[in-house]
């Protein structure tokens, strides 16, 4: 059942993603805003599937972190859940995403038209220079810019990986950054069409004020999303065991 349940899903996530893409092409014209509300639609639409074929559905906490005005949102990146669901709670932000991406037919359109920023990874502190006047504008916009610090998806309870861009954008900008964690990778597996039933919980997290030292700001950052990362996680193994990763996620108490 669980095998059929994630075929059906998969089949009817890409039918409305490409639907929404060939019927949301008017929003082209309309610029950014209008994106934005497609956008949210899309990651409406795909929780609601997700709940109705699968099982899964969605917590939110610590919506009070959250503030208006230029902010960094730096995520834990486990899943494609992760993308789709916060333009669902972020009503105005750019993303930070590799190349590849804006190079996919009609879905580069999107990516360009939106002003979300495309980088080609293998350019080094040359693409760090060109995230940071992106977000420099995103935050004279009063607009939040969401990175995933460590650069890609990494399973649940892998050991962290987190790169430097994250801290350089901290420090030349001068913003605040709130960290978020989830456990979307148990239940959305990366690799995987397996979707397994459950509630991902979504947290965010103490926000981290301009000022601090890059090297500290950095170890704070992660310190903060992988102990709540690991926490989630635990709090849905001990739920259902059958959960459990196949990467063991540290104590909580070690990363305290």
Same mark, same amino acid.
């Given at each position: ?6 075929a ?42 997700l ?10 906490r ?9 902010t960094?949102v ?24 590799k ?34 006047q ?7 916009? *009063?607009?939040? +810019? @969401?990175?995933?610090?460590?650069? =890609? /998806?990494?399973? !649940?309870? &892998?050991?962290?990986?987190?790169? #430097? *861009?994250?801290? +350089? @954008?901290?420090?030349?900008?001068? =913003? /605040?950054?709130? !960290?978020? &964690?989830?456990?979307?990778?148990? #239940? ?11 509630t991902?919980?979504?947290?965010f ?9 890059r090297?500290?700001?950095l ?5 903060r ?32």
């Open positions: 059942m669980l095998v059929l349940r994630s059906l899903f998969n089949v009817l996530f890409y039918l409305n993603l490409l639907g929404l893409m060939v019927f949301g092409l008017p929003t082209l014209l309309f610029g950014r805003g209008a994106i934005m509300r497609l956008a949210a639609l899309w990651g409406r639409s795909s929780l609601v599937l709940r109705l074929v699968c099982g899964v559905d969605i917590e939110v610590g919506r009070e972190h959250l503030r208006s005005g230029a960094i730096a995520a834990k990146h486990q899943s494609l859940w992760d993308v789709f669901v916060l333009p669902t709670i972020l009503p105005d932000f750019t993303y930070v995403l190349r590849e991406l804006s190079r996919i037919p009609l879905f580069g359109l999107y990516v360009t038209r939106s002003e979300q920023i495309a980088i080609d990874r293998a350019r080094g502190r040359a693409a760090l220079a060109q995230i940071c992106a977000a420099e504008r995103v935050f004279a916009d *009063g607009r939040q +810019f @969401i990175i995933f610090p460590e650069g =890609t /998806r990494r399973p !649940p309870g &892998a050991p962290p990986q987190y790169k #430097f *861009g994250v801290s +350089f @954008i901290y420090g030349e900008t001068a =913003t /605040r950054c709130v !960290p978020v &964690a989830l456990n979307s990778g148990l #239940f959305w597996p990366r690799r995987s069409f397996l979707r397994r039933p459950g991902v919980v979504i947290e997290l103490e926000p981290i004020e301009p000022g601090l030292e090297t500290q700001f170890r704070l950052l992660e310190q999303i992988e102990t709540a990362s690991n926490r989630l996680l635990h709090e849905a193994v001990a739920k259902d065991p059958s959960l459990a990763p196949t990467h063991a996620a540290p104590s909580t108490d070690r990363l305290a």
